[in-house]
């Protein structure tokens, strides 16, 4: 069974309560998954899934949350290839917040683009100042996502 990692930079639980959330929907499409709250660059190079996802929220002006650091920083520091990784982005943020509106997830897409990932499909940027549960957003993304970019395998 191929497997799925959702990797998960949070502050308050928003982004885990979206991975725990989409997960039931790759499991449904064949995946086995497995939720990431303090990842490590090893579990995305070692142990490389077949399919990412990244679920990160954005703090302060940009930034990413305390527990995604240390990996965005191996990533940033290591520049390791991540040539085959096939990924997709859900950011979470606050528009009120202006330029550094989903900040965290706009730069890590850029870092693993720039690594040699393959996004599939647009990333997700979800509003706290429009949508109140962030899994509302999500959810629909993440069926619309299995379907079009036919990660289906069961």
Do not use: H
Not at 10 to 15: E, P, V
Not at 78 to 103: E, H, K, N, W
Request: overall charge negative.
């Amino acid at each position: 069974m191929p497997m799925l990692k959702i990797f998960v930079g949070t502050m308050y639980g928003g982004a885990l309560d979206v991975a725990e959330q989409v997960a039931p929907l790759f499991e449904a499409a064949g995946y086995d998954t497995a939720i990431l709250e303090q990842s490590t660059l090893e579990d995305l190079t070692e142990e490389r899934p077949d399919l990412a996802l990244f679920c990160v929220s954005t703090t302060g002006s940009g930034d990413f949350p305390g527990n995604f650091v240390p990996l965005a920083r191996a990533l940033d520091e290591q520049s390791p290839s991540l040539v085959g990784l096939r990924y997709g982005v859900i950011a979470l943020g606050d528009s009120s917040y202006g330029d550094t509106f989903c900040g965290a997830g706009r730069r890590l897409d850029e870092m693993l683009e720039g690594l040699g990932a393959t996004r599939l499909g647009e990333r997700l940027e979800v509003d706290a100042m429009e949508t109140f549960m962030a899994d509302d957003a999500a959810l629909p993304w993440a069926e619309e996502w299995i379907e079009t970019q036919q990660l289906k395998v069961a």
